[in-house]
């Protein structure tokens, strides 16, 4: 399974844009990339997923180069509510099991 | 729609005791998925059922861990004896079955502290 590297953390003031990178060199053909969200004491919860190009949804974009071996998530006008840990996870679309990693601990200030 | 549910939020329990956490999925979904974290880790994939089978029991730790599913509708997770490393979140999460990459919607997560 393709394993996933992402920033420990990342700071920015709300009204910005924030960009999370993550590196999957070892991507498989069936992989998806997936993101998720998490609050504390809550469950992750599903934000976007692409396999390649761009996708946009009402709470971000991801963008995905023609080599898979990189992806953006991009927060437009993050808020103080999107203070979350933000994971990426390669999905293969045989195994289906979602394999995390420490993810990025966004802290959005005033 | 109801999300996923986990019964009970928080578990407190001696060590040799025996616990038995709850995970009711979304209506429909035929996919099931026991994950953990235990402190300070990452969370990691326990077992993966598709209706009442077992598809993926790979990450199960030991056989003190039993997991079922029942008529594929909802689901428990038995520890016993619980062991103090046992202590965690455990989610559960589940999927409709397209074929492709599905989207797996998690539950709030049990707390289980075993002392």
């Known amino acids: 399974l393709a394993k996933t590297t992402q920033p420990i953390s990342m700071d920015s003031y709300e009204g910005q844009e924030v960009n999370i990178t993550c590196s999957h060199n070892?991507?498989?053909?069936?992989?998806?990339i997936t993101w998720y969200q998490q609050f504390p004491s809550q469950g992750p919860r599903f934000i976007i997923q692409?396999?390649?190009t761009k996708v946009t949804n009402e709470v971000a974009s991801l963008f995905i180069p023609a080599d898979r071996k990189s992806s953006t998530l991009s927060l437009p006008r993050v808020s103080l509510s999107d203070t979350a840990v933000y994971y990426c996870?390669?999905?293969?679309?045989?195994?289906?099991?979602?394999?995390f990693g420490t993810g990025t601990r966004l802290l959005v200030s005033p | 729609e109801a999300g996923v549910t986990q019964f009970p939020s928080h578990s407190v329990i001696e060590k040799g005791q025996t616990v038995t956490l709850r995970c009711d999925p979304i209506?429909?979904?035929?996919?099931l998925y026991w994950y953990r974290r235990v402190m300070g880790k990452e969370i990691k994939f326990l077992l993966h059922?598709?209706?009442?089978?077992?598809?993926?029991e790979s990450g199960m730790p030991n056989n003190r861990f039993l997991a079922e599913r029942t008529g594929g509708t909802y689901s428990t997770l038995k520890v016993q004896p619980a062991e103090l490393e046992d202590s965690g979140v455990y989610f559960c999460?589940?999927?409709?079955?397209?074929?492709?990459?599905?989207?797996?919607?998690f539950g709030p997560g049990t707390r289980l502290t075993v002392l």
């Open positions: 996870l390669a999905l293969n679309t045989g195994f289906q099991k979602l394999v």
């Open positions: 070892n991507i498989a053909t069936n992989d998806y």
């Open positions: 059922f598709v209706k009442e089978s077992k598809q993926d």
């Open positions: 999460a589940s999927s409709q079955t397209s074929g492709g990459a599905d989207t797996q919607y």
């Open positions: 209506s429909g979904h035929d996919n």
């Open positions: 692409g396999y390649k």
